[in-house]
């Protein structure tokens, strides 16, 4: 009588161990997965990040480049919605607050009262900065944050890119022309950002 229970006993502590030794295997499998999870969000998050930054500086210098071979301004202007769309939330949020109105404010009034004391050159960073803060929310938020915004900046990036290709006179023109490289790089990166936001929001 004393073995058979001393046997069930044993039965016991070893299922109570499988138990155990089977939970533990279950939560390190699950740690594993959390940690691998963590690491390709953050992956991700760090990628879309570098590239919203690289796209935003990219098209705000192209759009202040002295000399570009882009000769009409409504190439230069298609930059301003890419920069309200791709433009990183602490910029975007910096400027369509206070500190963004008033620029505007000031802005306008020179342009209204002092035509000639507002040059030429500020007239797109000024139109820039009365967008983001005039923008209504469903723009300023759901459709930048949306794959819509993406689909707007790839289509604007698409069309930089072929006619700036056709003003070089052919994509070999474009990497060894004067400025031409840098214009490339620069346009390149305008399509990076959209291209990776669009396919993560697809799979």
């Known amino acids: 009588m004393g073995r058979v229970d001393y046997l069930a006993m044993k039965t016991e502590e070893e299922t109570a161990a499988n138990l155990i030794n089977s939970d533990l295997n279950e939560f390190v499998d699950a740690a594993k997965k959390l940690v691998k999870d963590a690491t390709m969000l953050g992956g991700l998050s760090f990628g879309t990040s570098f590239l919203q930054w690289a796209a935003s500086i990219s098209a705000i210098y192209l759009l202040i480049l002295d ?44 342009r209204l009262f002092c035509p000639k004391h507002f040059p030429d050159w500020l007239e797109i960073p000024a139109a820039l900065i009365l967008l983001l803060v005039v ?4 723009i300023a938020g759901t459709v930048r944050e949306s794959w819509v915004g993406a689909v707007i900046c790839l289509i604007i990036a698409c069309y930089l890119f ?21 214009n490339t790089i620069g346009i390149v990166a305008l399509l990076a950002y959209p ?9």
């Open 67 to 110: 000399r570009t071979n882009w000769k009409t301004k409504m190439l230069t202007t298609l930059l301003v919605p890419y920069i309200f769309l791709t433009l990183p939330y602490v910029i975007f949020n910096f400027f369509r607050g206070d500190f963004g109105k008033w620029i505007a404010l000031i802005s306008i009034t020179i």
């Open 135 to 138: 923008a209504p929310s469903l």
């Open 162 to 182: 072929h006619e700036h290709i056709k003003a070089s006179d052919g994509f070999r023109n474009a990497l060894t022309q004067k400025h031409g490289l840098s």
């Open 195 to 203: 291209v990776w936001t669009i396919f993560f929001n697809i799979f």
